[in-house]
């Protein structure tokens, strides 16, 4: 009998390993992240259903990579890893929060030069520092931008001067968040430009004051310049991407035509996660098309009861016991919870459970109640 019982012992955990490893090879890692425009941030303020429509496209290209086989560790690819062929690539970079080295700008230089298309979306990060080491006069202003044609609010302005290009092709309205403007130079030909009662809030205060400013001006809000062989974009508010406004108006539409733009004879369309601090705001989950809990635990222990009594006949009766023991506990566990007395003694323990019991006989006999006690 004990040798049985350690073979049996031994079959469930080879069995539950073997479960492990199928519920594991279903599903598979991903990273998640709560930083503002990351593509791994499902939330309101990331970018995740901009790469998923671009991985429905076929055009995606990993960023990440773990550090080894079998390992989670992450490594974040950075801008100068990426041995790509220019004129088959994009490169989105959204809301980058940390300053461009020198290696990244000549890297950035050369791959524009070669036929390369860049899109820099920013408002207030570190665009410039990348801008500042191109052949472009263009940047980036610093202070927000407001504007009388708003929604709700004037930092929540409204594009609708559109010039025609691929990029704005059937785009009449553009909702921005928080922007700035563009300081177009004079090879950048601007597609997108708020209204004419916009102006710069150089003291940040969002008061628009709107009967006594002196200083409304129209800005470029989106320019596109040629560069070498290839194409720089500059868009002053990477919140246009977002989980959140991607449905607004008609950014869905812009974003669409952006993907299709960035792809058009490409290969390959690369969001540049590196400027963002990976330590602090990624982690690995696993996710996958697999049952639920419950499901897989009944789908494995109904499987390995079958299988045991096949190959452990002399087993049954021991298997058959402990599951009786089991249904009993269920049962008796089901029994105690449809009791009113049960719960309020649950409730309740310090009542007398003798004391209750006589209230609830005396209030059934009195036909005042169905024997329930609230």
Not at 297 to 310: K, R
Not at 360 to 372: A, L, P, T, V
């Amino acid at each position: 009998m004990k040798e049985n019982m350690k073979k049996l012992t031994l079959y469930i955990v080879v069995f539950a390993v073997f479960a492990l490893i199928v519920f594991l090879s279903l599903s598979a890692p991903i990273l998640v992240s709560d930083a503002d425009f990351s593509i791994y941030n499902t939330g309101w303020n990331g970018t995740s259903d901009l790469a998923v429509r671009t991985e429905q496209m076929g055009s995606f290209t990993p960023n990440i990579e773990l550090a080894g086989e079998g390992s989670t560790e992450v490594t974040q690819r950075e801008l100068t890893e990426y041995d790509v062929d220019p004129n088959q690539t994009s490169i989105m970079i959204i809301g980058p929060e940390q300053d461009f080295t020198e290696e990244e700008k000549e890297y950035v230089d050369n791959f524009l030069e070669q036929g390369g298309r860049l899109v820099l979306a920013d408002n207030f990060g570190s665009a410039n520092t990348l801008i500042d080491g191109l052949d472009t006069n263009s940047s980036f202003h610093s202070e927000p931008l407001l504007d009388m044609a708003f929604d709700k609010e004037p930092h929540f302005g409204i594009a609708y001067d559109v010039k025609e290009h691929d990029l704005t092709e059937n785009v009449s309205h553009i909702l921005l968040n928080n922007p700035t403007a563009l300081n177009k130079g004079e090879e950048a030909v601007s597609l997108l430009n708020s209204s004419r009662a916009s102006w710069l809030d150089e003291e940040q205060t969002k008061e628009p004051e709107y009967m006594d400013r002196k200083d409304y001006d129209q800005y470029p809000l989106l320019a596109v310049e040629e560069y070498g062989e290839g194409e720089l974009v500059l868009i002053s508010d990477p919140s246009i991407f977002i989980n959140h406004m991607n449905d607004r108006m008609d950014n869905d539409i812009f974003i669409e035509n952006m993907l299709d733009y960035l792809s058009e004879d490409r290969e390959n369309i690369i969001f540049d996660e590196s400027k963002r601090d990976m330590d602090l705001v990624y982690s690995i989950v696993y996710t996958g098309n697999y049952p639920g809990r419950t499901t897989s635990a009944i789908i494995i222990f109904v499987l390995m009861g079958m299988s045991v009594f096949l190959i452990f006949p002399e087993s049954k009766d021991i298997i058959i016991g402990k599951f009786e023991e089991l249904l009993k506990l269920f049962l008796k566990s089901e029994e105690e919870e449809k009791d009113p007395l049960t719960k309020v003694l649950n409730n309740h323990p310090e009542w007398d459970k003798k004391k209750l019991q006589m209230i609830n006989d005396r209030f059934i006999r009195s036909g005042k109640g169905d024997g329930e006690v609230e």
